[in-house]
């Protein structure tokens, strides 16, 4: 079996999205314990409260989502370790990726998640021609309101190219056409 992954997506020198596989829950299963507490705020994942069996069924369900062109589970590599997960996901007939993401408490705060959303923003542009991008976070998540203002620029969109979500708050990038 190659330990080659089935998809990579490079960041930088350091950091890789990879396709989360089955052979990764053990270590994925290990970050989510680490971060139980950080995690129990701010994301809902029905899988993160189970056994490394429910945490494989979730993994296994979100492989077939990738093989039916619906989006990719990636983790996100630091340094060869795995340390944070993002989410992006495909709406085909919109033309619109969703992306959604955390990190290990311990990394944030290095820029992790900032450039790997600018990777996967420019995937969905450049790769998939989507015509937007959308990030959406808690709207108490402070430091994820701030990470996404590398990409608008403030806290507000005066310019229509970002929009807050009845839900909560998060961004939206057109394509520039």
């Given at each position: 079996m190659s330990n080659k992954p089935v998809l990579c997506i490079q960041v930088n020198e350091e950091t890789q999205l990879r396709l989360l596989?089955?052979?990764?829950?053990?270590?994925?299963?290990?970050?989510?314990?680490?971060?139980?507490?950080?995690?129990?705020?701010?994301?809902?994942?029905e899988a993160y409260e189970g056994s490394v069996e429910t945490l494989r069924a979730y993994v296994k369900q979100r492989l077939l989502?990738?093989?039916n062109g619906e989006g990719y589970h990636l983790g996100i590599w630091y340094q060869d370790a795995l340390v944070g997960v993002l989410d992006y996901r495909l709406n085909w007939r919109r033309r619109k990726a969703e992306l959604g993401y955390w990190i290990d408490a311990t990394m944030q705060g290095k820029g992790l998640v900032i450039r790997a959303c600018r990777t996967m923003?420019?995937?969905?542009?450049?790769?998939?021609?989507?015509?937007?991008?959308?990030?959406s976070c808690a709207t108490d998540n402070t430091r994820s309101r701030r990470a996404t203002r590398f990409y608008s620029g403030g806290d507000s969109p005066s310019d229509g190219s970002a929009s807050w979500p009845v839900c909560g708050w998060g961004l939206l990038w057109p394509a520039c056409r």
């Open positions: 596989e089955e052979r990764h829950v053990e270590e994925y299963f290990v970050l989510i314990e680490r971060n139980k507490e950080h995690l129990h705020e701010w994301v809902a994942v989502q990738f093989v923003v420019r995937h969905a542009f450049e790769e998939h021609e989507l015509h937007k991008v959308e990030i």
